[in-house]
């Protein structure tokens, strides 16, 4: 038996990737078509008719291609706070258990597509435009999301087999007899819930319907347990979402909402900018970019002294402008900074040190797949929030390479004397260098100026950095494969997490808290800056332990509505939770970035020295985010100067 599920488990993976590879290819070539559009409406005033249309009713199809991928490849967000905590029998059945939660949560995302594919079926729904019909393609999403939950069933009887053998060694035929045990305890629970479900919501309603808001603080604790019990963050969240608003509205809303605003995030044209962003960054990487920019950094400061310290910080900018991600800027820029730094004579803790807390820019350096998140959950302007970052990555750039400079004389031996850069190196790196630059410019550019919307924006820097990639010669044999895979897992955890988030920010949308935060937070007599003082310090020691996605998702249905009433700006706001969620992720004692160091510096370098490397740049963090929340006008300026 184990080994039935463990080979369904290998083909479903191989079949999900070229499924994946499909869906991937169909988004590079509509956002090709996006770029056409562009190019005839800016030259001939002719734009392809009802693009908007076809975003509509092909990418929701590209997007539904990456869902069996991403699960078949165990690609989701956990809290691993207590991970190491509870032992490696009990890790076995937290995955295990998460692996069934996350069935439960395709399954019944593809019934519920199902359902409103029956319907656009029955009235055949065609789009305005070009007249295509609807239902087909909506059809093609639940047809590939209940693909995945099938592949999701074999990932329990594997996970299932893995917390078998680790409970207790027995011979094959034992360990296949408790599997087909606990398989057909799997089905049975999920036939009991669903056949139960809703006695079980009618027998609690009324006392929750009394109460809404004690139901929003049980709830909301009940993800913080599931949540540090490592399971996955989309499938709770949406999963208890769904029991909150069954018990508020009933069953049968609870599932119409959590199918209706899947589908209706899925078939949005706007939402092609977030995996548009995440293949621009994958594919930077695969580019060899973040080779070009730390070098062209390298070019620029490295006659200074402290000059490769300086180049990572720049380095850090740079990729961090064309990846979106803190971790992905950490690990890509230390790979190529810490054995040049470690080479020349750094320290350590310099090294290190710099290279954690510059990996920060990823997120805060626009474009952030972040800052998509929260405009898609607070429905403010994607484009003003990349411009209303430019700004605050500057300054903290600035301040990083201040802390380099200030580092290197108050501890000289923490880096060599300066050395003269000959123009013969400088010169290549400078050339290889521009490219970055004028992806980087022309898609914020673009933004800014107007010429672009943020979905044709994400379109010219995904085409381009494919093409960079593709001229490069990077993309040969597995590595073209490799990138699509990447590109597809990424996108599917990003998605699960949002549709996970859009059903528990509904949920808590009714239970009327934010209202009751606003209300009781205005019953305190405290200035709203004292209110923004308190979550900041809340939100670095979240940013310590948990990824900057799990924030948003948790808090910023809870706050947006109270940040609002409070008198501040959501696009302010939005920068500032990047920028203390991002100082978390280099704060002592479980700061993300300073583990990925401590993995990349090696065995022999002790995780204290890398958090003494690290503070003086959690100090200048700081400095920036105090910056940042005392003079709103340093994020919202720019915003109000676009065209």
């Known amino acids: 038996m184990e080994w039935a599920f463990s080979t369904v488990d290998k083909w479903g993976s191989t079949v999900s990737r070229r499924i994946a590879f499909g869906g991937v290819l169909a988004m590079l070539l509509i956002a090709s078509v996006t770029i056409a559009d562009v190019i005839l409406r800016a030259l001939f005033g002719k734009p392809i008719a009802g693009m908007n249309e076809i975003t509509e009713v092909f990418f929701p199809v590209a997007i539904a291609a990456c869902f069996p ?29 998460g ?32 007249e295509i019909p609807i239902w087909p393609f909506i059809w093609m999403v639940a047809v590939l999301v209940a693909l995945g939950a099938v592949f999701q069933f074999a990932v329990i009887g594997v996970e299932c087999a893995k917390a078998i053998r680790v409970q207790v060694a027995g011979s094959v035929d034992n360990i296949d007899r408790s599997l087909v045990g606990l398989m057909a305890g799997v089905v049975l629970a999920s036939i009991l819930v669903l056949w139960g479900f809703d006695d079980g919501v009618a027998m609690l309603a009324g006392a929750a319907k009394a109460s809404p808001s004690a139901v929003a603080f049980i709830i909301f604790g009940l993800v913080w347990v599931m949540l540090l019990l490592i399971l996955p963050i989309a499938a709770s969240t949406a999963l208890l979402g769904i029991i909150g608003i069954a018990l508020l509205l009933g069953p049968g809303q609870s599932m119409n909402v959590f199918g209706g605003e899947a589908e209706e995030f899925l078939t949005n044209s706007q939402i092609s900018v977030l995996p548009l962003f995440l293949m621009m960054g994958v594919l930077a990487s695969a580019a060899g970019l973040a080779d070009d920019i730390y070098n062209m950094a390298h070019a620029i400061f490295g006659g200074l002294r402290g000059g490769l310290a300086l180049a990572t910080i720049g380095g850090c900018a740079g990729f961090g402008a064309v990846t979106g991600s803190s971790i992905a800027t950490a690990a890509a820029i230390g790979r190529v900074a810490l054995p040049e730094m470690n080479r020349r004579g750094y320290s350590t803790s310099l090294s290190t040190g710099c290279i954690a807390a510059g990996g920060t820019l990823g997120a805060l350096v626009p474009p952030s797949g972040v800052l998509v998140v929260y405009a898609f959950l607070t429905e403010v302007s994607i484009g003003q929030l990349f411009v209303a970052a430019i700004i605050p990555g500057i300054i903290a750039a600035f301040l990083y390479m201040t802390t380099v400079s200030a580092y290197v004389r108050l501890a000289p031996g923490a880096a060599p004397e300066a050395t003269r850069i000959a123009w013969a190196k400088i010169a290549p790196a400078l050339r290889r260098g521009v490219t970055v630059i004028m992806l980087f410019t022309v898609v914020l550019g673009g933004i800014y100026t107007g010429i672009f919307t943020v979905t044709e924006a994400a379109s010219v820097g995904a085409v381009g950095a494919f093409l960079i990639a593709l001229s490069r010669g990077k993309l040969k044999g597995t590595e073209f494969w490799r990138v699509m895979g990447e590109t597809a897992a990424i996108t599917a955890m990003v998605y699960a997490l949002i549709i996970g988030g859009l059903t528990f920010s509904f949920f808590i949308g009714i239970t009327g808290l934010p209202e009751l935060l606003a209300d009781t937070v205005g019953g305190l007599e405290i200035a709203p800056t004292a209110v923004i003082a308190i979550f900041l310090v809340i939100f670095v020691l979240l940013g310590a ?48 970035n300073v583990f990925v160091l401590k993995s990349m510096a090696g065995a022999d370098v002790p995780l204290a020295t890398v958090f003494k490397g690290v503070m003086p740049f959690v100090f200048s ?23």
């Open 69 to 97: 991928a991403g699960l078949t490849q165990r690609v989701h967000i956990t809290v691993d706070l207590l991970a190491d905590k509870f032992g490696e029998k009990m890790t076995a059945w937290l995955k295990f258990i």
């Open 99 to 130: 692996a069934v939660i996350l069935f439960w949560m395709f399954a019944l995302l593809a019934w519920r597509l199902g359902a409103i594919s029956e319907e656009l079926t029955a009235t055949r729904n065609s789009s305005t435009i070009l």
């Open 545 to 592: 332990v948990m990824e900057a996605w799990a924030i948003l998702i948790i808090t910023v249905p809870i706050l947006a509505g109270l940040i609002t009433d409070l008198g501040f700006d959501l696009i302010w706001w939005g920068i500032i939770m990047v920028a203390v969620v991002e100082i978390g992720v280099i704060t002592p004692p479980f700061g993300i």
């Open 621 to 643: 963090a700081f400095i920036k985010l105090a910056l940042l929340t005392l003079i709103p006008a340093l994020t919202l300026w720019l915003p109000s100067t676009m065209f």
